[in-house]
């Protein structure tokens, strides 16, 4: 809770000024959206004894645990199991939308009513398809985002629940964008396509090559400040949501929903849409550490996932140093 306490109160401020700015809901549904009353804040407690110094750990995928080859190790999935078996929570905390993040959940050993923090904090949602936590952008504002992308000639992507919409190609970012990805939908323009449909995003991306993002990620901040969380998942990938829709307030979600107390979890990350989790948790890890952020965030840095820093750390936990 340390250094995340002055970004919670930044985020609490902006959120009261224009309220607007992040419709959410909490609530038990289905994928398509349909309401069978409020979740309870305290639900399906861990009674298990749990011998461990964390009762829930939070996992981010992409360079975390899940390497570029988008394979997870046995040795990851098998140390994470054990975790189970004595008791602690584990969760899934990824940009990615809910389709792909529980197709890699899976791996990890999560079933049935497990939940997964996806759309970079916008969602939470369990296995079994039932949503626990919703929140999604205003269209007015996601139209300006969108519009501010193509007028520099970015190209954007709008994730609502189960499909994405997005602009046409560019050289910047053929190389970037699989082509076989289901339910992608390509329209000359996002911003008509929003004012024609009516649906409220779950989250926005803008992809440019690595290289020149920085040139223009501080503008975008600086545009949308108070507004939108701006932050950047991987090189070339800058995600858009809400200023509740951030891994942080869905862990903290998480925590009432199970009783967890905050100081009691531990999170790894490896990039800046991670830094909020970080810095949230009991003990937040770097994974490698894409960027200075990251690695000042953390408590502890450890080795990438191409040497399975996240196994290594888990089994001397397991050993009972800490981790350490």
């Given at each position: 809770?340390?250094?995340?306490?002055?970004?919670?109160?930044?985020?609490?401020?902006?959120?009261?000024?224009?309220?607007?700015?992040?419709?959410?809901?909490?609530?038990?549904?289905?994928?398509?959206?349909?309401?069978?009353?409020?979740?309870?804040?305290?639900?399906?407690?861990?009674?298990?004894?749990?011998?461990?110094?964390?009762?829930?750990?939070?996992?981010?995928?992409?360079?975390?645990?899940?390497?570029?080859?988008?394979?997870?190790?046995?040795?990851?999935?098998?140390?994470?199991?054990?975790?189970?078996?004595?008791?602690?929570?584990?969760?899934?905390?990824?940009?990615?939308?809910?389709?792909?993040?529980?197709?890699?959940?899976?791996?990890?050993?999560?079933?049935?009513?497990?939940?997964?923090?996806?759309?970079?904090?916008?969602?939470?949602?369990?296995?079994?398809?039932?949503?626990?936590?919703?929140?999604?952008?205003?269209?007015?504002?996601?139209?300006?985002?969108?519009?501010?992308?193509?007028?520099?000639?970015?190209?954007?992507?709008?994730?609502?629940?189960?499909?994405?919409?997005?602009?046409?190609?560019?050289?910047?970012?053929?190389?970037?964008?699989?082509?076989?990805?289901?339910?992608?939908?390509?329209?000359?323009?996002?911003?008509?396509?929003?004012?024609?449909?009516?649906?409220?995003?779950?989250?926005?991306?803008?992809?440019?090559?690595?290289?020149?993002?920085?040139?223009?990620?501080?503008?975008?901040?600086?545009?949308?400040?108070?507004?939108?969380?701006?932050?950047?998942?991987?090189?070339?990938?800058?995600?858009?949501?809400?200023?509740?829709?951030?891994?942080?307030?869905?862990?903290?979600?998480?925590?009432?929903?199970?009783?967890?107390?905050?100081?009691?979890?531990?999170?790894?990350?490896?990039?800046?849409?991670?830094?909020?989790?970080?810095?949230?948790?009991?003990?937040?890890?770097?994974?490698?550490?894409?960027?200075?952020?990251?690695r000042e965030a953390a408590d502890e840095v450890i080795p990438p996932v191409e040497?399975?820093?996240?196994?290594?750390?888990?089994?001397?936990?397991?050993?009972?140093?800490?981790?350490?």
């Amino acid at each position: 809770m340390r250094r995340f306490t002055a970004i919670l109160q930044s985020q609490e401020e902006c959120c009261k000024l224009s309220h607007s700015f992040c419709t959410a809901e909490v609530r038990g549904s289905n994928p398509l959206g349909s309401t069978h009353g409020k979740v309870p804040l305290i639900a399906d407690r861990n009674t298990e004894e749990n011998s461990l110094p964390f009762d829930l750990g939070a996992f981010d995928l992409d360079g975390t645990v899940l390497r570029r080859d988008l394979e997870i190790s046995d040795r990851t999935a098998t140390v994470m199991r054990r975790l189970r078996e004595l008791g602690m929570r584990l969760v899934v905390a990824t940009g990615r939308r809910f389709e792909g993040a529980r197709k890699h959940a899976e791996r990890l050993g999560f079933a049935g009513s497990d939940p997964l923090i996806c759309y970079g904090g916008s969602m939470v949602r369990r296995m079994n398809g039932e949503t626990l936590l919703r929140r999604a952008l205003p269209r007015d504002v996601s139209i300006e985002a969108v519009e501010w992308a193509a007028e520099r000639d970015l190209h954007a992507r709008v994730f609502v629940d189960g499909r994405v919409v997005t602009s046409p190609e560019n050289p910047a970012t053929e190389q970037y964008m699989r082509r076989d990805e289901p339910n992608v939908s390509v329209v000359d323009s996002p911003a008509e396509w929003l004012r024609e449909d009516g649906e409220e995003p779950i989250k926005l991306v803008i992809v440019d090559r690595p290289s020149e993002v920085s040139r223009w990620l501080d503008e975008a901040r600086e545009a949308f400040r108070g507004r939108l969380f701006v932050t950047r998942s991987l090189p070339h990938y800058v995600e858009i949501g809400g200023l509740e829709g951030t891994k942080s307030r869905a862990l903290e979600f998480l925590c009432g929903h199970w009783d967890v107390d905050p100081a009691r979890t531990i999170a790894f990350g490896d990039a800046d849409n991670d830094v909020d989790m970080l810095q949230f948790a009991g003990r937040g890890v770097a994974v490698g550490g894409l960027t200075d952020e990251v690695r000042e965030a953390a408590d502890e840095v450890i080795p990438p996932v191409e040497e399975d820093g996240v196994a290594a750390y888990l089994e001397r936990l397991l050993a009972g140093d800490g981790g350490a």
